[in-house]
C-alpha cells in the first residue's frame, strides 16, 4: 500500500528530501523501490559524505531555495522553512503523512507535549503481551518507512507522532490521543497558538467513525472535529477516561493499577498515561489480567526518571527528558527525596512562572540553576520570597552543576536532573545530555 501511494504521488515528479538524516535516508530507500519519479535531489544544510549517486545535491545555507526546482518535497522533522507551502510552487509532504495516508485506519498515534514516547512504547507492551500483531514506529525513533515489510492488515500500528511531523500533516491516524500540551518548541512556532495548532492536527483531519482521546482541557471547537471525542483526565469522575488514587477508568471498565513497588514506571503522570493505555487496550477488548501483567513488566525508555545508581553517597535520577516545567514539577512531586534538583538548558522563551510558585512550595533544599535558561529563571526569581532565592544556585553548565551537586547534597538522597528546557545550545538532543549526566556523577571528581 505504502509503495502504491508513494508512486501515485511521485511518477514523473521531480523529488526532493528536504534534509537527509534517519528519515531522510529512509524516504531515499523507499523511493527507489517506487522507481518512477523523473528526477531525485538532496537539500541540506550541511554537508553529506555518503551523498548517493544519481542524486542532485543542494548543499549550504541557501539549501531551501532548491525547493523551487522539485514538485514534491519531503520535509524532515525538525526543519523551520523559510517559506509556507503555500508561498512555494511545489507539494510539501512528510514521511509521516505517506504513512498515514497508506495505514491511518491501522494506527493509535499519540501526541501531546510530555508522555508520548511512554504512552506509544507501554502501548505496544501491552500488545505484544496479548500477542497482537503491532508495530511501534515514528517519532520515537524508527522511521515508519522503515515498518513496511511488517505491516499486514491485522497489523496495529503504535504511532508516537511530534509537532514536527504535524505541522504540515493532512491526514490522520483512525485513533487519535493528544495527551496534553504545555508551552514547547516556541523557537520554532513563534507562539504557543501556533504550536497547539500543529499539535491539533492530529485530529483535524480524522473523520466521522475516529476516535480523539483528549487530555487537553479545552476540548475541540464544534467544526474543528468530527471523530468521537473521549475526554482524558486526572481525578475527574466526569471523564471518559480517569485516573482516581490507583485506579484506572474507560468507560464502564476499572483496574486496580499494580503498587507503584512493583512496578518499574514511576510518578504519577505515569499512572496517568497507564490509564490512556488501559482505555486503548479495553478498545480493542484485552483482559485485565493482561493489562496488569505487562504493566509490571514494563520497562521505561531511558531518561524518563531513571535511577543511573548511587555514588558519592548519592543516588541520581536521570530526567533529561524534561523540557518543560510542567515536567519538572512532576518530577519533584514523584521524588519527594529529592535534595538537589539541577533545572536549566537551552532558553526557548516558555514561562516559568509555574515552576518558580512551586519551587516556593517545595520542600528541595537545593535548586541549581544553569545555562541560558537557567540564568533566566535565576533573574526571574528576584521577584519571589527570600526563602527561595536562598535556595538557589547558579551554574554555567552542567559539569559544574553536577560538580556543585557533588558537595551539597545530602547522602542517601536523590539528585535529580530534570532541566525544564531544551538541550540544543550544548548537546545533540536529550538523550546526549542525560548520558554527559551520568557519566558525570559517577566521575571521582
Not at 71 to 89: A, H, M, N, W, Y
Not at 177 to 188: A, Q
Request: with cysteine; proline share 4%.
Amino acid at each position: 500500500m505504502l509503495l502504491k501511494i508513494l508512486r501515485e504521488w511521485v511518477s514523473g515528479k521531480r523529488v526532493l528530501m528536504l534534509g537527509y538524516g534517519r528519515e531522510g535516508r529512509a524516504v531515499y530507500r523507499r523511493l527507489l523501490q517506487a522507481e518512477d519519479y523523473a528526477a531525485l535531489g538532496i537539500a541540506d544544510q550541511n554537508p553529506i559524505a555518503d551523498a548517493p549517486d544519481g542524486v542532485t545535491l543542494h548543499i549550504g545555507a541557501d539549501y531551501q531555495q532548491a525547493m523551487e526546482q522539485y514538485d514534491v518535497v519531503f520535509k524532515s522533522p525538525g526543519i523551520v522553512l523559510t517559506r509556507q507551502p503555500s508561498e512555494l510552487c511545489c507539494r510539501v509532504t512528510s514521511l509521516t503523512e505517506l504513512f498515514l495516508a497508506a495505514y491511518g485506519r491501522q494506527c493509535i498515534g499519540i501526541t501531546g507535549t510530555k508522555g508520548k514516547s511512554t504512552t506509544t512504547s507501554l502501548l505496544y507492551h501491552v500488545l505484544q503481551a496479548a500477542e497482537i500483531p503491532s508495530v511501534l514506529g515514528g517519532n520515537i525513533g524508527i522511521p515508519t518507512a522503515d515498518l513496511y515489510e511488517q505491516i499486514t492488515p491485522d497489523t496495529v500500528i503504535a504511532m508516537e507522532i511530534g509537532v514536527h511531523q504535524l505541522e504540515y500533516n493532512h491526514y490522520a491516524p483512525h485513533i487519535a490521543v493528544l495527551l496534553n500540551l504545555f508551552e514547547e518548541h516556541l523557537d520554532h512556532y513563534g507562539s504557543f497558538e501556533y504550536y497547539a495548532y500543529c499539535k491539533e492536527n492530529i485530529y483535524r483531519n480524522q473523520q466521522a467513525g475516529d476516535i480523539l482521546y483528549c487530555g487537553v482541557p479545552a476540548l475541540p471547537a464544534d467544526g474543528d472535529c468530527k471523530s468521537q471525542v473521549l475526554r482524558l483526565a486526572l481525578e475527574d469522575a466526569n471523564a471518559d477516561v480517569t485516573l482516581t488514587g490507583d485506579t484506572v477508568r474507560a468507560g464502564t471498565h476499572s483496574m486496580t493499577l499494580p503498587d507503584p513497588d512493583c512496578m518499574q514506571l514511576k510518578g504519577r503522570h505515569n499512572r496517568y498515561n497507564c490509564a490512556v493505555v488501559y482505555a486503548l487496550a479495553k478498545r480493542m477488548g484485552l483482559a485485565d489480567d493482561i493489562i496488569f501483567a505487562a504493566f509490571q513488566s514494563y520497562r521505561p525508555l531511558p531518561h524518563r526518571l531513571t535511577e543511573i545508581g548511587t555514588f558519592h553517597g548519592i543516588r541520581w535520577v536521570d530526567d533529561s527528558i524534561s523540557t518543560a516545567a510542567e515536567t519538572c514539577i512532576g518530577a519533584l512531586q514523584s521524588l519527594p527525596e529529592t535534595d538537589t534538583v539541577l533545572i536549566g538548558g537551552m532558553d526557548r522563551g516558555i514561562c516559568y512562572d509555574a515552576l518558580l510558585d512551586y519551587l516556593c512550595e517545595s520542600p528541595v533544599p537545593h535548586i541549581i540553576l544553569m545555562s541560558d535558561s537557567g540564568k533566566r529563571i535565576l533573574t526571574e526569581a528576584e521577584g519571589y520570597p527570600v526563602l527561595l532565592r536562598q535556595r538557589l544556585s547558579y551554574a554555567a553548565d552542567l559539569p559544574e552543576a553536577v560538580a556543585l551537586a557533588k558537595r551539597i547534597t545530602a547522602k542517601g538522597k536523590i539528585c535529580l536532573l530534570s532541566p525544564a528546557a531544551a538541550s540544543y545550545n550544548v548537546y545533540q538532543n536529550f538523550e546526549k545530555r542525560g548520558e554527559h549526566f551520568a557519566i558525570l556523577a559517577q566521575s571521582a571528581e
